[in-house]
């Protein structure tokens, strides 16, 4: 395909992207999209009428159920050394609720929570209240972690200052194992010098969670291809946030990049082999309920399936990150020479590697289809300290980083789309599971229970 149409695409969008417009009506005009609110259907409603907008073809709703979940009661208090003091908590997505009158426990101070932690403190850990960081040990794997070494409950503290507690879900698609909940730094810090000065710390913690089956939704429209329509890309993203806050960065920045791609893409759409699908992935945060539903609606297409491009998470564009297939590195490598990005200060480059398992991208790749991420940076260096937070709103995006991350996806999309022969193979579950042999990637799923797929998808929709 000549370079020259990929140059047509990218100029649309640097002239005429919409992409800023569409954030702030996610981000400000709607705000919350939590799974199972209001905004979660607003959204979900904007978007199905601007890819209709836009020109796609076949836009639809392709709804799925999951385990639905809000916060009732959120408490948290100091018992001892002098009772009294209240402390700011958020009650931790899919976390079991309390008895009514809480679950006391003295504190233990964490660094990481991880298994080796764990066992190494194991005397100290059983039938206390655990506070440990955010990072670098996610909470998804912390809860199954702690309540195995007999904690009563555990606190995740924010690393970063500014007196806000971070949301993320405890499991995925599960009731968590143990009462959870996030205060800020600044409340750690507290109980810290408290522990510190007048001896052991004791706090009740009171939650009060409803979790309830509910039906939430991707949104789908493409562009057919001209020659071969059966073999298909898919880009996509979140649209879903938590309770917490507007998540515009995390994920309006990255949905809205790929909505701007199909807009520029529509223009063009005579000049595309194979179809290109663009899909926002409802209920990503508690458990990327969206992209396996999506997966496993279209089972029997997984092999017509080329590329899998997820966008998670704006800023300035830095990079592609393929996972696991190897093969993709000279071909987005051809692509990358041609991106241009604003004050990046390194080349836009390609990496290939063992995936991460905490976005959208990881239902396709535990099927073998080939996944790339569109990696970001912040432009100001204290915006990534606001993800899942009320604090993550539209003054802390780059505008021009989501017209430079549409781009991206449309030259990927272009270029691939028009290669004469598929660019990787499927993997096999052979191939799959010796690519993450003795990798973190195999302990994490574990304790996400989500390895084999079929194990997943079963767990996720048909059972009770």
Not at 119 to 148: C, H, N, S, W
Not at 261 to 277: D, I, P, Q
Not at 434 to 447: C, I, K, N, Q, Y
Request: glycine share 8%; aromatic share 8%.
């Amino acid at each position: 395909m000549s370079e020259s149409i990929e140059e047509a695409v990218a100029a649309e969008i640097e002239a005429r992207s919409e992409a800023w417009e569409n954030l702030l009506v996610l981000a400000d005009d709607i705000g919350v999209r939590v799974a199972g609110s209001e905004g979660e259907v607003r959204a979900r409603d904007f978007l199905l009428r601007t890819f209709r907008e836009y020109g796609l073809d076949d836009v639809h709703l392709e709804p799925f159920e999951h385990r639905a979940w809000r916060p009732e009661r959120e408490e948290l208090a100091v018992v001892a050394p002098e009772a009294g003091r209240s402390i700011p908590c958020r009650c931790g997505g899919l976390s079991p609720s309390t008895p009514a009158t809480g679950v006391e426990g003295e504190v233990v101070f964490l660094e990481r929570c991880d298994a080796e932690e764990l066992e190494q403190r194991a005397d100290e850990v059983r039938g206390r209240i655990v506070v440990a960081p955010y990072y670098p040990f996610a909470r998804q794997l912390k809860t199954p972690l702690a309540a195995r070494f007999g904690a009563a409950a555990l606190l995740e503290h924010r690393n970063y200052a500014g007196a806000l507690q971070p949301a993320r879900t405890c499991c995925f698609q599960r009731v968590g194992d143990l009462p959870v909940a996030s205060i800020s730094l600044e409340d750690a810090e507290y109980l810290k010098r408290l522990q510190k000065r007048r001896g052991p710390v004791r706090l009740r913690l009171t939650l009060d969670s409803r979790i309830e089956t509910r039906e939430s939704w991707n949104v789908v429209g493409q562009l057919t291809g001209n020659a071969d329509p059966h073999e298909i890309l898919v880009a996509g993203g979140h649209y879903d946030t938590w309770h917490v806050g507007p998540g515009a960065i995390d994920n309006a920045a990255g949905v809205v990049a790929v909505v701007e791609a199909a807009r520029a893409l529509a223009r063009h759409r005579e000049h595309l082999r194979r179809t290109v699908r663009f899909v926002a992935f409802g209920v990503e945060e508690s458990g990327l309920v969206g992209a396996w539903a999506y997966t496993r609606r279209h089972a029997a297409e997984l092999d017509d399936i080329l590329l899998m491009i997820n966008n998670d998470v704006g800023g300035r564009p830095s990079g592609l990150g393929i996972s696991g297939a190897e093969e993709l590195v000279p071909v987005l490598e051809a692509v990358a020479s041609r991106v241009r990005v604003e004050g990046l200060e390194r080349p836009f480059g390609v990496s290939c590697g063992v995936p991460s398992w905490g976005s959208d991208h990881f239902p396709f790749f535990a099927q073998g289809v080939p996944t790339v991420g569109v990696g970001t940076e912040s432009v100001t260096p204290e915006d990534r300290f606001y993800g899942h937070s009320r604090a993550d709103t539209a003054d802390k995006v780059y505008p021009r980083g989501l017209s430079e991350s549409a781009a991206v996806n449309a030259r990927l999309l272009l270029h691939v789309a028009n290669l004469e022969e598929r660019p990787a193979p499927r993997r096999t579950r052979a191939e799959l599971e010796a690519s993450f042999a003795g990798h973190p990637l195999e302990e994490a799923m574990e304790l996400l229970d989500v390895w084999p797929p079929e194990r997943a998808l079963e767990r996720y929709f048909d059972q009770p």
